[in-house]
């Protein structure tokens, strides 16, 4: 497979770029961040995007939808990250549309015209602890009548707070992780919001005996590898929008700083390392593309390209906002700068769905290690 995108993908490209730089810059999340916004979203923007059709990417055709895969996801979410969009895209429009495909005729008319409309946000309830352990998940779903009954909590929900319908992660007895559609609003949910580090919102969720009819259960463990596939390399395009727009903002930077006469970007040594993040980037970009191409293939090789991805794109972007850092000097250490939100986008998406150790270390056991 050719490691660019064809003349469709870059048309989404363009479309998703210059709205989002219009409309929701970098400035947009700072504003909903200084006016004690309690939500961490905009809806009117929400809607706006639902409009464009965007949302409606990964959700099939006879559904409302457009019917494309991550690829076409993913350059979405390279421009949300370039200019830290606060948006639910990533929960709702990739990982929630991935685990409803497998949804009764009934919950998929309820929730994807909403969906892809702007007028539903969606999200995954998965981790538990402070890490991403899947294999360790305690949550149950325990059968009640035709039924289940969930026991168990969620931590770092994205929007939790706010959200429409729940996708949780639990296991059952008898047929290992599964996925479940839960109203947040009823009986046995309760839900406590926290701010992180990006001033994002995410949730912990209690689920105390939550009675769901069997049509609730929308997937099991296939449908949870194809849900988490979704979300990581979802995450790995964002984290590279974020590595893109902080390497721009520092660029410029260096073209216009001077010290002894003349602009900082002409330094030998910090030419140097501009080029050495470059290269990075660069193949951390390649290995999130040939992900997202052998998901939307079908291939098997593509849990091993998932995990590549994930950890590239954490690594590369961890090293492109300290650079960024370091180079603006002691402005970029302050908070009235924008480059330092970058970092803490960063420091999110890097735990969201596994870290580079979690994933090296996924990938070292997929090949007999």
């Known amino acids: 497979m050719p490691l660019y995108l064809t003349d469709e993908q870059a048309m989404v490209a363009d479309t998703a770029r210059g709205f989002l730089a219009d409309n929701a810059p970098v400035a947009h999340a700072r504003a909903l961040r200084d006016a004690g916004d309690s939500a961490g979203l905009s ?78 946000v969606v999200s995954l309830a998965l981790d538990e602890g402070a890490r991403h352990r899947p294999d360790a998940i305690a949550c149950r779903a325990e059968r009640s009548g035709n039924g289940f009954r969930l026991t168990g909590a969620k931590r770092f929900v994205a929007h939790g707070h706010v959200v429409d319908l729940l996708i949780v992660v639990a296991r059952v007895d008898d047929a290992g992780l599964a996925l479940f559609a839960v109203d947040p609003g009823q009986p046995g949910v309760t839900r406590a919001a926290e701010r992180l580090v990006d001033s994002s919102f995410a949730a912990t969720i209690a689920l105390d005996g939550v009675e769901v009819d069997g049509d609730a259960m929308v997937g099991g463990a296939d449908a949870v590898g194809a849900t988490l596939a979704a979300v990581r390399t ?18 410029d930077y260096l073209r216009t700083r001077k010290q002894f006469g003349q602009e900082i970007g002409r330094f030998q040594a910090l030419q140097h390392r501009a080029a050495h993040l470059h290269s990075e980037l660069t193949a951390a970009r390649a290995a999130t593309l040939k992900a ?11 849990e091993r390209a998932v995990a590549v991805a994930k950890a590239a794109a954490t690594l590369a972007t961890t090293l492109a906002v300290q650079e960024a850092v370091q180079m603006h000097g002691g402005i ?38």
């Not at 006879?62 to 969009?85: C, P, Y």
């Not at 495909?101 to 309820?110: F, K």
């Open 332 to 369: 970029g250490m302050t908070d009235e700068h924008d480059i330092g939100l970058f970092m803490k986008r960063a420091r999110v998406l890097a735990e969201l769905g596994g870290d580079a150790d979690f994933h090296a270390d996924a990938l070292a056991r997929l090949s007999g290690y």
């Open 43 to 120: 809806r009117p923007l929400w809607r706006q995007l639902g409009e464009l059709g965007l949302n409606g990417i990964m959700i099939p055709e006879a559904d409302g939808g457009l019917g494309l895969g991550h690829v076409e996801a993913g350059v979405v979410l390279e421009e949300i990250g370039r200019n830290l969009t606060p948006s639910p895209f990533l929960q709702t429009a990739v990982a929630g549309a991935t685990a409803l495909r497998g949804a009764a005729p009934e919950l998929r008319e309820r929730w994807f015209p909403r969906m892809v409309a702007g007028e539903a």
């Open 292 to 302: 997202q191409q052998l998901l939307d293939a079908g291939d098997a090789r593509a």
């Open 234 to 251: 979802g995450a790995a395009a964002e984290l590279n929008g974020v590595a893109a727009g902080a390497t721009a903002m520092t660029l």
